[in-house]
């Protein structure tokens, strides 16, 4: 091959990546706000380009009644809209992890979160750490749990939080195993290097949600006790990391308040921070 031939073969093939490139940054949708619980102000840094993104799902809330709450009637509307279960604690829960990971490590944290719909074609390959909250309210459909097991085939991570006791965790399982009919959901061992990948949280406890300051109660309907669980793949990596009988979500939206324990947040936010280290290591 002749030094021109040469020269035109590498041009070919710099334009077709670009192509590509060009393609899959057209389906990365662009950064959006919805009403949530608790909006904050947005960070005027908040278009910078980064390595880390707190990508937050979007889903449809489960219909019926659960632990005397209504699905569709708790928030009414539109669930694309925000206002739904989906919405909770955002989106000051989602900047405040962003604080604290940019603060803790060394990764390149985007300051503002990222609302992921599974509706919206390939763009949650574009974030291979997810994050949903109240999955005790969940009801993904079928396209949408074809689209999850894919985003886990390809090897994306999983974080959910804040639900609690026997019925939610009921209304919790019915979609996740039609997403792993096929894979058990597992307690992670204590010497799981997902506890230990940058701080070793051997003592770890039950983080309440922000009734606790009301009840004085570390626990929610009959989730008397904490549980870490998760789902492998064939390889014993972690897929899905379940914080169940928690509210890491209420801890991360309430760390600048006084009146909110400390301990709970640090724990909280070190939780975090393992589970994003561990999703880009492993």
Request: net charge negative; charged share 25%; glycine share 6%.
């Amino acid at each position: 091959m002749d030094r021109v031939s040469g020269m035109r073969k590498t041009l070919l093939i710099v334009a077709a990546a670009a192509i590509v490139m060009g393609t899959a940054l057209a389906r990365q949708m662009p950064w959006r706000e919805y009403p949530g619980q608790d909006n904050i102000e947005v960070p005027p840094d908040y278009q910078e380009k980064t390595e880390w993104v707190f990508a937050r799902l979007m889903y449809p809330p489960y219909p019926g009644a659960i632990n005397g709450r209504g699905g569709f009637r708790r928030f009414g509307g539109n669930w694309k809209q925000g206002r739904s279960s989906w919405t909770t604690d955002y989106s000051a829960a989602d900047r405040h992890v962003a604080q604290a990971v940019r603060r803790l490590t060394r990764l390149h944290v985007r300051s503002v979160e990222q609302p992921v719909d599974l509706d919206d074609e390939d763009d949650v390959f574009n974030y291979p750490w997810l994050y949903a909250v109240e999955v005790g309210h969940w009801q993904l459909t079928d396209s949408q749990v074809k689209q999850m097991r894919e985003f886990f085939d390809r090897g994306g991570f999983f974080m959910c939080d804040d639900f609690h006791g026997t019925q939610e965790w009921a209304v919790f399982m019915q979609t996740m195993q039609r997403v792993f009919p096929d894979r058990l959901v597992e307690d992670i061992p204590k010497n799981d290097s997902i506890f230990h990948v940058l701080y070793d949280l051997d003592d770890k406890y039950q983080v309440p949600g922000a009734q606790y300051l009301r009840s004085g109660r570390t626990y929610e309907f009959d989730g008397y006790d904490p549980h870490w669980r998760g789902i492998y793949d064939d390889k014993r990596r972690l897929m899905v990391a379940i914080c169940h009988d928690m509210d890491l979500g209420d801890a991360w939206e309430y760390a600048d308040w006084p009146t909110y324990d400390e301990k709970f947040s640090a724990l909280a936010l070190r939780i975090a921070t393992n589970y994003i280290i561990y999703s880009m290591t492993h």
